[in-house]
C-alpha cells in the first residue's frame, strides 16, 4: 500500500503532491530564500560517499555535494543528541548552551531559536524526527520555540523505537494503532516523512524554514541490548543477501533509506519550481555509534578520524556538512573553513536577511557559500560533563582535549596538528607548551558554570 495512503487509513492528516500554479512559482522566486534543514542521527564523517565511503551508495547525498559544497571542517554542537541539538537551534556553544547533556532539561522561556527569528520574520516553520529539547508541558517544546507545526519525538529516549505506539502532533499524542499490542506495522521514519513531504507541498508558495530531524541511522538501543539487533528496519532490502551481520544490514539499510529521502527532497523542489529558491543543508547530530549490535568499524564510519560518539576526538564532533543552493553555491565545491553547529542561527538569519542576535557564540558562513571572504573563528569550544568530564578546543590548526577534567581542571591537554595528523595520533603538547597554555586558557575561559551540567 502506498505510504501516504496508509497514513490516511491510520487516521493521520495528509495533503496531495499537487503542481504549483505558475504565479505561486513565480512569487516562490522573488520571496526570501526557503531553507532546508536535513540531520543525521548518528551518522560518521566516512559514512557518505562523498567523505570517502566505499561500500555503502548515497547517490543523493553525494548529489547534494556535486551539485553544491563539501565543509571538509565541520562540527557538531557536542558529541551526543540533545546538546548538540541546543547548539545548533540556540548558537550557543557548549560553554554556554543551556542544555549540555542528555538530561531532560528543557529550554527556556527566554532561549531564543532560529526557528523563533525566522517565524518573526515571516516564515512558516516546521520540524519532523526528533527535537530532545524539552519534553510534553514544557517551556521547551517545539510549538513554543519557534515552530508553527512538529511532528515526531520529543525525547531522544523515545526515539530510539522504529515502532512506537505514539508520535507527537504539535502538543497532541497521535496513536499508531499499526504497532500497537507489538505489531510492527507502521515504521517512525516512513509516517515522519511523508507528513514532512506534506509541509513542503502546502508551504510551496511561502517562506519556509523545514527542519527535518531524522533518527536514521540511530539504533534501538534498549532493544540492541536484549537481541543485539538494534538496527530496527523493516527490511534488510537490498542488502538481504549480503554476507553481512543482520545489525550491519540493518544500518546499511538506514543508509539507503535517509540517503533516498534526501533524494525525494531535492526532486520536489525541482517539481514545485523552487529549487533555485532553496537552500538545503545535510548534517549529523556526532559522530557514529556504537550501539544496537553495530560496529562502527564495519563500514569505517568514522573515516579517518580518530573516536566516537561520545568522545572529543575528531571522531566523535567532526561531521559531514554539505550545502545545496542552485544559482548562490558554486556546484562541486569544497571548503575548510573550520564551522560548527553554532553558525547556523546567524547563517539562516543572514540568509532570510534579518539581524543576528548579539550575545551568541555563531559566525554566519554565507560568504563562505556563496565563494566570498569568510571570517574565522578565533576557536571552536567544546565540553561533556560525563565520563569524567571532558574539554576540546580548535584553533586554527590546533586541536587540544583535557580529559578527567571533573576531577582535575588543570589535567594534562593533549594536542594534536589537523593539519599533518588529522587522526590524533601524535600528542605533541611537550612540544608545543605556549600552544598548550593558550588552549588551556581558553577552556577556562569560555566555561561557564551550569547548575544542570557541571564540569
Not at 538569519?349 to 574565522?376: N, R
Request: net charge negative.
Amino acid at each position: 500500500m502506498n505510504r501516504r495512503k496508509f497514513l490516511k487509513v491510520a487516521g493521520l492528516s495528509t495533503a496531495a503532491l499537487m503542481l504549483p500554479s505558475l504565479g505561486g512559482v513565480r512569487a516562490q522566486r522573488n520571496a526570501k530564500p526557503n531553507i532546508i534543514y536535513i540531520l543525521a542521527d548518528d551518522m560518521g564523517y566516512g559514512n557518505p560517499g562523498c567523505y570517502g565511503q566505499e561500500t555503502l551508495q548515497t547517490p543523493n547525498i553525494q548529489r547534494l555535494a556535486a551539485e553544491g559544497m563539501k565543509f571538509t571542517d565541520h562540527y557538531a554542537g557536542s558529541t551526543v543528541c540533545a546538546p548538540s541539538r541546543c547548539a545548533l537551534m540556540t548558537g550557543m556553544h557548549m560553554g554556554h548552551a543551556y542544555i549540555r547533556g542528555n538530561q531532560r532539561v528543557p529550554l527556556r522561556r527566554q532561549d531564543v531559536t532560529v526557528a523563533g527569528l525566522l517565524q518573526d520574520a515571516g516564515y512558516v516553520t516546521g520540524l519532523y524526527g526528533k527535537w530532545g529539547l524539552g519534553e510534553p508541558e514544557t517551556t521547551g517544546i517545539p510549538n513554543k520555540q519557534g515552530f508553527d507545526e512538529f511532528f515526531g519525538y520529543l525525547n531522544q529516549h523515545h526515539a530510539h523505537d522504529y515502532y512506537p505506539v505514539h508520535l507527537w502532533d504539535n502538543m497532541h499524542r497521535i496513536w499508531l494503532s499499526g504497532n500497537e499490542v507489538c505489531q510492527r506495522q507502521e515504521y517512525s521514519h516512513n509516517v515522519i516523512h511523508d507528513r514532512a513531504m506534506d509541509f513542503l507541498s502546502e508551504n510551496k508558495e511561502n517562506p519556509f524554514f523545514l527542519y527535518l530531524a531524522y533518527t536514521l541511522p540511530h539504533a534501538n538501543n534498549e532493544r540492541g541490548s536484549v537481541t543485539r539487533d538494534g538496527m530496527e528496519v523493516p527490511d534488510y532490502g537490498p542488502f538481504a543477501n549480503e554476507n553481512w551481520p543482520d545489525q550491519e544490514k540493518g544500518f546499511a539499510m538506514m543508509v539507503k533509506m535517509l540517503d533516498d529521502s534526501v533524494g525525494e527532497i531535492l526532486d520536489l523542489l525541482q517539481e514545485y519550481g523552487i529549487d533555485e529558491n532553496t537552500v538545503v543543508f545535510f548534517s549529523s547530530d556526532n559522530g557514529p555509534h556504537h550501539e544496537g549490535g553495530h560496529d562502527p568499524d564495519f563500514f569505517d564510519d568514522n573515516g579517518p578520524l580518530r573516536g566516537y560518539k561520545r568522545d572529543l576526538y575528531e571522531g566523535g564532533i567532526r561531521v559531514p556538512m554539505l550545502a545545496r543552493w542552485p544559482g548562490t553555491i558554486e556546484p562541486g565545491s569544497e571548503t575548510d573553513h573550520p564551522s560548527a553547529f553554532w553558525d547556523v542561527l546567524p547563517t539562516a538569519a543572514e540568509i532570510a536577511g534579518i539581524p543576528v542576535p548579539e550575545g551568541i557564540d555563531g559566525i554566519s558562513f554565507l560568504p563562505a557559500l556563496k565563494g566570498e571572504q569568510q571570517q574565522s573563528h578565533d576557536y571552536l569550544y567544546w565540553e561533556f560533563s560525563p565520563q569524567g568530564g571532558k574539554q576540546a578546543v580548535r584553533m586554527g590548526d590546533w586541536k587540544g582535549v583535557r580529559l578527567e577534567a571533573s576531577e582535575n581542571p588543570d589535567a594534562p591537554i593533549e594536542l594534536y596538528n589537523l593539519r599533518t595528523d588529522k587522526g590524533e595520533t601524535r600528542n605533541v603538547a611537550d612540544q608545543h607548551p605556549d600552544i598548550t597554555a593558550k588552549i588551556a586558557g581558553i577552556m577556562e575561559s569560555a566555561h561557564t558554570d551550569s547548575q544542570e551540567f557541571p564540569l
